[in-house]
């Protein structure tokens, strides 16, 4: 969806809009000849309006949240990877990891 | 929703605008779904809030459902889709991935640091060097201490090799970026080593240990000594107790094998008593005497006739 169409779904202003891109917390394709949002970004769009409207949130407040959201999903994908690549071990393999788990744990 | 919408929020009923903004605040921030990517249930919690507080923060609606003119009904909200469900599996490449809290796992020649890391997606546009292998055979205590050599690559030029200490027969060592050249800009191959460890001349590798059938005499057998015993770090000095048979094992700790962990295996040693290389007139004479004497029969218990 372009810009307008993102901006009525939150019903939001354009202005609101551009200050979250200037800040960074929503990043739209820019591949196309015009700005295109995807449904991710509406959910994200949606978080950050619940945060700043009713959550009583700041804009610093803000910022800091959604650079910690994306580390926590990066580190969440990151985490799936290496237990389905577990998962992919034979049981010897995943005892021996659980072993070692266990030592440092 | 059948649930109070006063007890959601845990506020009471003569609770001001105030109270309640701040009791809804307070909840949120601990139930939102996309600041509890991993936790399902905090969706319902969520939405709960969400909807007491919808109902509680307009004066007029909360008038009237304190006059029960409504009840909390109706005031369910569309489905939503949170963006957990989108980001939940955030990988490189993504507008909104970000590695900064792990890209620094895994040690800098671990396999798996460039998972971390993901410096190997980074490279689109580069292609990375081939890795290459190789072998090569190194000494028993090189394997063992560590030591620096080098390899002579298939187009004549030197590659120095350090050989970690502890190094067992069929390892594979890896140099990171010694392997061919990458292309426009790419990080080069790694190489492999496969190590082949010979064997010593007296010492054989048991995992972290080493073992050493040691020779001792008749009479250090007997009478017990103080002999020099070699191991892979020097010469040591092991106390063989008196009456020491053929066979008994003598462990000298902390001389076997470093360990990747740290610490190092054991050297046990196993005597094993020889006799005099020529046959001593005095010594038969003494044996004669000895053995009528004695009477002992060490293969007793047998079965032999």
């Known amino acids: 969806m372009n810009e307008l169409e993102f901006c009525l779904k939150l019903k939001i202003e354009v202005s609101v809009l551009a200050v979250w891109i200037e800040q960074g917390w929503l990043v739209p394709d820019t591949t196309g000849l015009e700005q295109q949002f995807r449904e991710a970004d509406v959910a994200r769009g949606q978080l950050i309006l619940e945060m700043t409207r009713d959550m009583g949130v700041n804009e610093a407040g803000v910022d800091l949240v959604m650079e910690l959201v994306d580390q926590l999903h990066s580190l969440r994908g990151t985490m799936q990877d290496l237990m389905a690549a577990i998962g992919q071990q034979d049981e010897e393999a995943q005892f021996k990891i659980l072993q070692s788990l266990d030592r440092h744990g | ?305």
Do not use: C
């Not at chain 2, 009923?13 to 701040?22: G, L, S, V």
């Not at chain 2, 139930?31 to 007491?52: M, Q, V, W, Y």
């Not at chain 2, 796992?105 to 671990?110: L, W």
């Not at chain 2, 993901?118 to 081939?130: I, K």
């Open chain 2, 1 to 305: 929703m059948s649930r109070d919408p006063y007890d959601i929020l845990g506020v009471k009923r003569d609770a001001t605008q105030k109270d309640i903004q701040r009791a809804f605040r307070k909840l949120a921030k601990k139930h939102h779904p996309d600041l509890n990517p991993g936790d399902r249930p905090s969706e319902e919690r969520f939405k709960e809030i969400s909807t007491a507080y919808e109902l509680l923060s307009d004066e007029q609606k909360r008038a009237r459902f304190d006059r029960g003119e409504i009840d909390t009904e109706g005031a369910e909200q569309a489905p939503r889709h949170y963006y957990r469900e989108y980001a939940s599996a955030s990988r490189p490449g993504g507008p909104y991935h970000n590695s900064a809290s792990f890209a620094d796992f895994g040690e800098a020649e671990d396999p798996l640091s460039a998972f971390f890391s993901h410096r190997v997606h980074d490279d689109h546009f580069h292609l990375a060097g081939e890795d290459r292998y190789f072998s090569m055979t190194v000494d028993f205590l090189d394997a063992v201490n560590g030591a620096k050599t080098q390899v002579r690559l298939p187009n004549g030029t030197p590659l120095d090799v350090q050989i970690p200490a502890g190094t067992h027969d069929g390892q594979t060592l890896r140099l990171p970026g010694k392997g061919g050249p990458g292309m426009s800009g790419g990080p080069a191959g790694d190489a492999f080593i496969d190590v082949h460890v010979k064997p010593h001349r007296f010492f054989q590798r048991d995992g972290d240990d080493i073992r050493l059938d040691l020779p001792i005499s008749l009479d250090e057998a007997v009478l017990g000594a103080k002999i020099r015993v070699p191991t892979p770090t020097g010469a040591v000095t092991l106390t063989v107790p008196s009456h020491s048979n053929s066979g008994k094992i003598l462990r000298l700790k902390g001389k076997g094998v470093p360990k990747r962990g740290g610490g190092r295996g054991d050297l046990f040693v196993t005597l094993k008593i020889v006799l005099p290389d020529k046959a001593d007139p005095r010594l038969t004479a003494f044996m004669k005497e000895w053995a009528e004497a004695s009477k002992q029969d060490p293969r007793k218990g047998m079965g032999l006739p």
